[in-house]
């Protein structure tokens, strides 16, 4: 259930359309989706996530969970691509162990950032046939709190302090922001 209901809340998050309108001349109806300009931009992290229970309180607990997931699967794809980007600009003895230390430290650090996220927007429906609530949570996190997570967890390790160039860091982070930013505010 809760993959499904992930699944739609990745799906619509960033689609354009407006309150249910059943047309006499067809099945179709456009699909309630709050919070369409809601994305990430240079200095947020935004996300949203949707919830549903016969539960109120429930509905918004599994909102917040799968915005925080979205989030997740983001910062993942955003790591390794800094990763990629980052690495391939360093010269270190070895490439290969480097990248997967530095990814993984980076990784980590973004996920216990994840806990400083605030929910920002919330909106929740009743079905009237069905009773069941659908919560809607729209979530942010400072990119500088990863950032910074993220510059405190490489710099503390042996084989990443080494080699770790903030400017050159932050400069691959931003340039992948915008790549999420832009990807975002195309769905």
Do not use: H
């Not at 949203?48 to 979205?70: C, F, H, Y």
């Not at 806990?115 to 079905?127: A, F, G, I």
């Not at 050159?168 to 769905?187: C, V």
Request: charge should be negative.
């Amino acid at each position: 259930m809760a993959a499904l209901v992930f699944s739609f809340a990745v799906s619509s998050c960033g689609s354009k359309t407006t309150a249910p309108v059943a047309s006499n001349d067809s099945d179709d109806v456009d699909v309630f989706v709050p919070f369409e300009d809601w994305f990430s931009d240079a200095e947020y992290f935004r996300f949203v996530g949707i919830g549903k229970s016969k539960d109120e309180a429930t509905a918004g607990k599994i909102a917040r969970l799968n915005a925080r997931s979205e989030f997740a699967q983001n910062m993942e794809v955003l790591v390794k691509n800094v990763s990629k980007s980052y690495t391939n600009q360093v010269q270190v003895e070895d490439q290969s162990a480097f990248e997967n230390s530095f990814e993984e430290l980076v990784i980590a650090a973004a996920k216990q950032s994840l806990n400083s996220s605030v929910q920002k927007k919330t909106r929740l429906r009743k079905s009237k046939s069905t009773g069941e609530y659908t919560a809607y949570s729209a979530m942010e996190l400072p990119k500088a709190i990863v950032l910074d997570a993220a510059k405190k967890a490489l710099t503390a390790d042996q084989k990443t302090a080494v080699a770790f160039d903030e400017f050159m860091f932050k400069k691959t982070f931003d340039e992948e922001m915008q790549k999420l930013e832009a990807e975002q505010a195309n769905r």
